[in-house]
Protein backbone atom coordinates (compact mmCIF):
# COMPACT_ATOMS: atom_id res chain seq x y z
CA UNK A 1 0.00 0.00 0.00
CA UNK A 2 2.01 2.79 -0.98
CA UNK A 3 1.55 6.43 0.65
CA UNK A 4 -0.60 7.82 -2.03
CA UNK A 5 -3.27 5.23 -1.90
CA UNK A 6 -3.21 5.27 1.64
CA UNK A 7 -3.77 9.52 1.57
CA UNK A 8 -6.32 8.71 -0.76
CA UNK A 9 -8.47 7.01 1.40
CA UNK A 10 -9.11 9.93 3.58
CA UNK A 11 -12.23 11.18 2.07
CA UNK A 12 -14.16 14.13 1.81
CA UNK A 13 -17.69 13.94 0.52
CA UNK A 14 -20.65 14.82 3.07
CA UNK A 15 -22.38 11.23 2.08
CA UNK A 16 -19.49 9.20 3.11
CA UNK A 17 -18.88 11.61 6.03
CA UNK A 18 -22.37 11.64 7.12
CA UNK A 19 -22.71 7.85 7.46
CA UNK A 20 -19.39 7.69 9.00
CA UNK A 21 -20.15 9.93 11.97
CA UNK A 22 -23.51 8.08 12.32
CA UNK A 23 -21.41 4.94 12.54
CA UNK A 24 -19.34 6.71 15.48
CA UNK A 25 -21.91 8.09 17.31
CA UNK A 26 -23.56 4.30 17.89
CA UNK A 27 -19.97 3.00 18.74
CA UNK A 28 -20.23 6.05 21.52
CA UNK A 29 -23.95 4.62 22.59
CA UNK A 30 -22.67 1.30 22.46
CA UNK A 31 -20.22 1.59 24.68
CA UNK A 32 -22.43 3.33 27.30
CA UNK A 33 -24.46 1.18 27.40
CA UNK A 34 -22.50 -1.81 27.26
CA UNK A 35 -20.02 -0.35 29.90
CA UNK A 36 -22.99 0.38 32.47
CA UNK A 37 -24.39 -3.68 31.40
CA UNK A 38 -21.70 -4.98 33.54
CA UNK A 39 -19.03 -5.05 30.67
CA UNK A 40 -16.26 -2.33 31.19
CA UNK A 41 -13.91 -3.80 29.04
CA UNK A 42 -15.88 -4.32 25.88
CA UNK A 43 -17.30 -0.64 26.58
CA UNK A 44 -13.37 0.79 26.59
CA UNK A 45 -12.70 -1.20 22.94
CA UNK A 46 -15.48 0.58 21.66
CA UNK A 47 -14.75 3.58 22.92
CA UNK A 48 -11.22 3.27 21.30
CA UNK A 49 -12.78 2.52 18.13
CA UNK A 50 -14.67 5.60 17.68
CA UNK A 51 -12.08 7.61 18.81
CA UNK A 52 -9.76 6.01 16.62
CA UNK A 53 -12.51 7.31 13.91
CA UNK A 54 -12.57 10.91 14.56
CA UNK A 55 -8.73 11.23 14.01
CA UNK A 56 -8.84 12.44 10.43
CA UNK A 57 -11.26 15.03 11.09
CA UNK A 58 -9.35 16.23 13.70
CA UNK A 59 -6.20 16.11 12.01
CA UNK A 60 -6.82 18.01 9.31
CA UNK A 61 -9.81 20.61 11.43
CA UNK A 62 -12.68 19.67 8.85
CA UNK A 63 -15.37 17.39 9.70
CA UNK A 64 -15.89 15.35 6.30
CA UNK A 65 -12.62 14.39 6.37
CA UNK A 66 -13.47 10.60 7.16
CA UNK A 67 -12.53 7.12 6.78
CA UNK A 68 -14.65 5.45 4.18
CA UNK A 69 -18.10 4.37 6.18
CA UNK A 70 -17.47 0.93 5.28
CA UNK A 71 -14.51 0.70 7.08
CA UNK A 72 -15.83 1.94 10.10
CA UNK A 73 -18.76 0.01 9.89
CA UNK A 74 -16.85 -2.88 10.22
CA UNK A 75 -14.96 -2.20 13.39
CA UNK A 76 -18.02 -1.97 14.45
CA UNK A 77 -19.31 -5.40 14.15
CA UNK A 78 -18.36 -6.24 17.61
CA UNK A 79 -21.40 -4.58 19.34
CA UNK A 80 -23.76 -6.20 16.57
CA UNK A 81 -21.97 -9.37 16.64
CA UNK A 82 -21.96 -10.05 20.35
CA UNK A 83 -25.68 -9.05 20.51
CA UNK A 84 -26.49 -11.76 17.65
CA UNK A 85 -23.78 -14.22 18.42
CA UNK A 86 -23.62 -14.84 22.08
CA UNK A 87 -24.43 -18.15 23.20
CA UNK A 88 -24.50 -19.75 20.24
CA UNK A 89 -22.30 -22.85 20.14
CA UNK A 90 -20.83 -25.07 17.48
CA UNK A 91 -19.13 -28.75 18.13
CA UNK A 92 -19.36 -27.63 22.03
CA UNK A 93 -17.60 -25.07 21.92
CA UNK A 94 -19.67 -21.56 22.65
CA UNK A 95 -19.04 -18.43 20.65
CA UNK A 96 -19.36 -15.04 21.84
CA UNK A 97 -19.08 -13.27 18.80
CA UNK A 98 -15.48 -14.38 18.49
CA UNK A 99 -15.09 -13.98 14.59
CA UNK A 100 -16.46 -11.02 13.63
CA UNK A 101 -14.86 -9.61 16.40
CA UNK A 102 -11.78 -10.92 15.40
CA UNK A 103 -12.56 -9.12 11.80
CA UNK A 104 -13.53 -5.91 13.46
CA UNK A 105 -9.68 -5.97 15.02
CA UNK A 106 -8.19 -6.57 11.59
CA UNK A 107 -10.64 -3.26 10.51
CA UNK A 108 -8.98 -1.22 13.71
CA UNK A 109 -5.68 -2.19 12.72
CA UNK A 110 -5.65 -1.37 9.21
CA UNK A 111 -7.37 2.18 10.36
CA UNK A 112 -4.46 2.49 12.28
CA UNK A 113 -1.89 2.08 9.88
CA UNK A 114 -3.59 4.16 7.53
CA UNK A 115 -3.81 6.86 10.20
CA UNK A 116 -0.27 6.00 11.13
CA UNK A 117 0.60 6.50 7.65
CA UNK A 118 -1.29 9.99 6.63
CA UNK A 119 -0.53 12.01 9.83
CA UNK A 120 2.25 10.52 11.05
CA UNK A 121 5.84 10.19 9.71
CA UNK A 122 5.47 6.21 9.78
CA UNK A 123 5.43 4.73 6.17
CA UNK A 124 3.94 1.41 5.36
CA UNK A 125 4.11 -0.57 2.34
CA UNK A 126 1.04 -2.59 0.79
CA UNK A 127 2.71 -6.12 2.18
CA UNK A 128 4.17 -4.45 5.69
CA UNK A 129 0.19 -3.51 5.66
CA UNK A 130 -1.21 -6.72 5.48
CA UNK A 131 1.30 -8.37 7.77
CA UNK A 132 0.99 -5.25 11.07
CA UNK A 133 -2.79 -5.98 10.23
CA UNK A 134 -2.57 -9.92 10.39
CA UNK A 135 0.17 -9.96 13.54
CA UNK A 136 -1.93 -7.42 15.19
CA UNK A 137 -5.05 -9.49 14.89
CA UNK A 138 -3.32 -12.56 16.23
CA UNK A 139 -2.16 -10.69 19.07
CA UNK A 140 -4.77 -9.20 20.45
CA UNK A 141 -6.61 -12.70 20.21
CA UNK A 142 -3.83 -13.71 22.95
CA UNK A 143 -4.03 -10.58 24.46
CA UNK A 144 -7.63 -11.24 25.39
CA UNK A 145 -7.32 -14.60 26.69
CA UNK A 146 -4.62 -13.16 28.66
CA UNK A 147 -7.11 -10.50 30.23
CA UNK A 148 -9.85 -12.88 30.49
CA UNK A 149 -8.10 -15.40 32.37
CA UNK A 150 -6.45 -12.70 34.84
CA UNK A 151 -10.07 -11.05 35.35
CA UNK A 152 -11.60 -14.88 36.47
CA UNK A 153 -8.24 -15.67 38.93
CA UNK A 154 -8.14 -12.10 40.57
CA UNK A 155 -11.68 -10.80 40.08
CA UNK A 156 -13.51 -14.11 40.59
CA UNK A 157 -15.36 -13.26 37.03
CA UNK A 158 -16.21 -16.31 34.81
CA UNK A 159 -15.35 -15.30 31.33
CA UNK A 160 -12.56 -17.60 30.78
CA UNK A 161 -12.69 -20.22 33.76
CA UNK A 162 -16.70 -20.74 33.58
CA UNK A 163 -17.09 -24.20 34.80
CA UNK A 164 -16.23 -25.80 31.61
CA UNK A 165 -13.64 -28.80 31.90
CA UNK A 166 -9.92 -27.81 30.81
CA UNK A 167 -9.50 -29.72 27.63
CA UNK A 168 -12.80 -27.51 26.70
CA UNK A 169 -11.40 -24.28 27.78
CA UNK A 170 -7.72 -25.02 25.80
CA UNK A 171 -9.43 -26.40 22.64
CA UNK A 172 -11.69 -22.71 22.33
CA UNK A 173 -8.53 -20.79 22.83
CA UNK A 174 -6.63 -22.55 20.53
CA UNK A 175 -9.75 -22.41 18.19
CA UNK A 176 -9.73 -18.66 18.71
CA UNK A 177 -5.88 -18.32 17.89
CA UNK A 178 -6.99 -20.08 14.76
CA UNK A 179 -9.60 -18.05 13.89
CA UNK A 180 -7.98 -15.06 14.62
CA UNK A 181 -5.02 -15.71 12.15
CA UNK A 182 -7.34 -17.07 9.08
CA UNK A 183 -9.45 -13.63 9.70
CA UNK A 184 -6.69 -11.36 10.02
CA UNK A 185 -4.48 -12.89 6.76
CA UNK A 186 -8.06 -13.12 4.78
CA UNK A 187 -8.60 -9.50 6.25
CA UNK A 188 -5.34 -7.58 5.28
CA UNK A 189 -5.32 -9.17 2.47
CA UNK A 190 -9.09 -8.25 1.70
CA UNK A 191 -8.84 -4.05 3.21
CA UNK A 192 -5.65 -3.65 0.75
CA UNK A 193 -7.41 -4.55 -2.53
CA UNK A 194 -10.34 -2.54 -1.07
CA UNK A 195 -8.30 0.44 -0.41
CA UNK A 196 -6.73 0.03 -3.36
CA UNK A 197 -9.91 0.11 -5.97
CA UNK A 198 -11.48 2.21 -4.16
CA UNK A 199 -8.68 5.44 -3.86
CA UNK A 200 -8.97 4.63 -7.73
CA UNK A 201 -11.86 6.29 -8.07
CA UNK A 202 -12.56 8.17 -4.85
CA UNK A 203 -12.59 12.26 -4.26
CA UNK A 204 -9.08 13.24 -3.66
CA UNK A 205 -8.37 14.97 -0.20
CA UNK A 206 -6.34 18.03 -0.86
CA UNK A 207 -2.88 17.21 -0.23
CA UNK A 208 -2.46 20.82 2.27
CA UNK A 209 -5.23 20.00 4.12
CA UNK A 210 -3.49 16.12 4.81
CA UNK A 211 -0.52 17.46 6.08
CA UNK A 212 -2.71 20.86 7.86
Given at each position: MSRSTLRDVVEQRRINAGLAWLVVGFLVVAAVGTALGGDPVW??????????????????RHPTA????????????????????????????TLS???????????????????LDVFTTVRMTEPFAVVFVSLTTTATAGVWALLRYLTDTLLGTRLLLDGRPEHTVERALMWDFVAATAVGVLAGLLFAAYFRRRARGARRLPEEMVES
Open positions: GVFVLSVAALAIVPPIATMLPWEVLALAALPAIGRTLVVGETVAGVGRVVTFFAVAAVALVVAVE
